[in-house]
């Protein structure tokens, strides 16, 4: 599937800051950890960051691992999009039903704990 299809519409809520920006979304915590958002409207339209992580409430919370250059105004528009933690577990390729192409060694022990 292509980017595109896993993309999440929002708005910025009240609050927000370079950093953070609260949005009410439907995805669990931890959907779009080491993802990205990126801006559609306001001051930081254009601008894109990449989610530390992400907490589910209302409203929710995207942390980012670098500021925005300015804060969201309530009502900015952005589309964010999941992350991949690059393992073959719940966050990783198989969020993205695509566990087929995993490439890691997840069964393989790593040198501290082989015997």
């Known amino acids: 599937m292509a980017k595109a299809s896993y993309a999440v519409t929002g708005t910025a809520a009240a609050g927000s800051t370079p950093s953070l920006v609260y949005a009410t979304l439907a995805q669990a915590s931890g959907w779009f950890d080491q993802g990205s958002i990126a801006f559609t409207s ?7 960051r990449t989610v530390k992580s992400y907490s589910a409430g209302i409203p929710g919370t995207l942390t980012l691992i670098a500021p925005f250059p300015f804060a969201p105004a309530p009502g900015d528009a952005f589309t964010a999009y999941p992350g991949c933690d690059k393992t073959n577990a719940a966050g990783g390729c198989a969020k993205f039903a695509n566990t087929a192409r995993f490439k890691g060694f997840p069964y393989v022990p790593t040198p501290e704990t082989a015997v």
């Open 42 to 48: 306001g001051q930081n339209t254009g601008f894109a």
